[in-house]
């Protein structure tokens, strides 16, 4: 393969806790499907217990290692490493992302033939091959009512009921989105200068989607590629972690969540719309727990119950989405 004058170097991140063994196969992977390809990959371990940093040190000796002596969440670990990174591009990519051939190539290649472009994500499949969110629209009240209430999960088809998540769009095309999930999301080095890092008081969740309206504010494009595909298992370090509560799926803390969406409420649509966010889901919760009960369901209503609890706890801690509680979390 012949190299060009200048090949971009493309700057690879991985931050991991505690997910060892997914983080060597998310390496050797990479390594093996980025043939021709010049990459920088750094790892991030965030204080794992596992000897996941050591495994790095003495498996992949090429790798830039930073090891951080306390757990500094997603989005302040990938902002040590953008310090670090020296590429023309920078690829975040959690541990639990395995690229499939050809991917970086294509996403490289659709980044390079439009300089607008300042983020791009690709296509990301579940361990069973069905589709996960991978494009989507920013977080809004009528979003919050129509994942809450079931019906993006009941009418996916529908350009309505779907549009958070895009599920509808089964186009195969290519399209210009709000947002793509920080597992795979390629940044033009140039783009991620101007808008700034993350920003560190989202510890774990919304951290990518505030970047993404820092992107667009400054004008630059974020691209769905579902031609860039990645396999993708979800939630992988939040398992690690012992007596939390997690949302029905088994990987999300629902307190981090949250707190994360109160901050990002607070930041970007103000007091009145934080409040309305935290009324909406303990007002549900108060609801649907109040039915389970006349239903005699007390499991159900004790895990509404518990949300609603959980929800009075964020508020508190954040100030309303005011304030970011210390870390870690």
């Given at each position: 393969?012949?190299?060009?004058?200048?090949?971009?170097?493309?700057?690879?991140i991985v931050v991991s806790f505690n997910?060892?063994?997914?983080?060597?196969?998310?390496?050797?992977?990479?390594?093996?499907?980025?043939?021709?390809?010049?990459?920088?990959?750094?790892?991030?371990?965030?204080?794992?217990?596992?000897?996941?940093?050591?495994?790095?040190?003495?498996?992949?000796?090429?790798?830039?290692?930073?090891?951080?002596?306390?757990?500094?969440?997603?989005?302040?670990?990938?902002?040590?490493?953008?310090?670090?990174?020296?590429?023309?591009?920078?690829?975040?990519?959690?541990?639990?992302?395995?690229?499939?051939?050809?991917?970086?190539?294509?996403?490289?290649?659709?980044?390079?033939?439009?300089?607008?472009?300042?983020?791009?994500?690709g296509l990301l499949l579940g361990k069973?091959?069905?589709?996960?969110?991978?494009?989507?629209?920013?977080?809004?009240?009528?979003?919050?009512?129509?994942?809450?209430?079931?019906?993006?999960?009941?009418?996916?088809?529908?350009?309505?009921?779907?549009?958070?998540?895009?599920?509808?769009?089964?186009?195969?095309?290519?399209?210009?989105?709000?947002?793509?999930?920080?597992?795979?999301?390629?940044?033009?080095?140039?783009?991620?200068?101007?808008?700034?890092?993350?920003?560190?008081?989202?510890?774990?969740?919304?951290?990518?989607?505030?970047?993404?309206?820092?992107?667009?504010?400054?004008?630059?494009?974020?691209?769905?590629?579902?031609?860039?595909?990645?396999?993708?298992?979800?939630?992988?370090?939040?398992?690690?972690?012992?007596?939390?509560?997690?949302?029905?799926?088994?990987?999300?803390l629902t307190l981090w969540r949250m707190?994360?969406?109160?901050?990002?409420?607070?930041?970007?649509?103000?007091?009145?719309?934080?409040?309305?966010?935290?009324?909406?889901?303990?007002?549900?919760?108060?609801?649907?727990?109040?039915?389970?009960?006349?239903?005699?369901?007390?499991?159900?209503?004790?895990?509404?119950?518990?949300?609603?609890?959980?929800?009075?706890?964020?508020?508190?801690?954040?100030?309303?989405?005011?304030?970011?509680?210390?870390?870690?979390?």
């Amino acid at each position: 393969m012949t190299m060009s004058s200048h090949q971009s170097l493309i700057s690879v991140i991985v931050v991991s806790f505690n997910t060892r063994d997914i983080l060597r196969a998310c390496l050797q992977r990479l390594f093996s499907v980025t043939e021709g390809l010049r990459l920088q990959v750094i790892v991030v371990d965030n204080a794992s217990r596992d000897a996941s940093a050591d495994m790095v040190a003495q498996e992949f000796p090429d790798i830039c290692l930073i090891r951080s002596g306390i757990n500094l969440g997603f989005a302040a670990a990938n902002n040590q490493a953008f310090l670090q990174a020296r590429g023309d591009y920078v690829l975040l990519l959690n541990p639990d992302a395995l690229l499939e051939p050809e991917a970086l190539q294509r996403a490289l290649a659709h980044m390079e033939a439009d300089p607008a472009i300042g983020m791009g994500g690709g296509l990301l499949l579940g361990k069973d091959g069905q589709r996960e969110p991978s494009a989507r629209l920013f977080p809004s009240l009528l979003n919050e009512v129509l994942v809450l209430s079931g019906l993006a999960a009941k009418y996916p088809k529908s350009r309505f009921f779907g549009r958070f998540d895009r599920t509808w769009d089964d186009s195969g095309q290519a399209t210009a989105v709000d947002w793509v999930p920080g597992a795979f999301a390629l940044m033009r080095r140039e783009a991620l200068d101007q808008v700034g890092p993350f920003d560190e008081r989202f510890f774990l969740y919304c951290e990518e989607v505030d970047l993404c309206r820092r992107f667009h504010a400054q004008g630059w494009k974020i691209l769905y590629w579902p031609d860039v595909v990645i396999r993708h298992t979800g939630g992988e370090s939040s398992k690690t972690l012992e007596s939390h509560d997690f949302s029905s799926s088994g990987s999300q803390l629902t307190l981090w969540r949250m707190r994360s969406q109160l901050l990002y409420y607070r930041k970007h649509h103000g007091a009145l719309v934080a409040r309305g966010v935290a009324a909406l889901e303990s007002n549900w919760h108060g609801l649907r727990a109040w039915r389970a009960r006349r239903q005699g369901l007390q499991r159900k209503a004790e895990e509404s119950e518990r949300i609603v609890a959980l929800m009075r706890e964020a508020w508190r801690e954040t100030d309303g989405g005011r304030t970011s509680p210390p870390r870690p979390w």
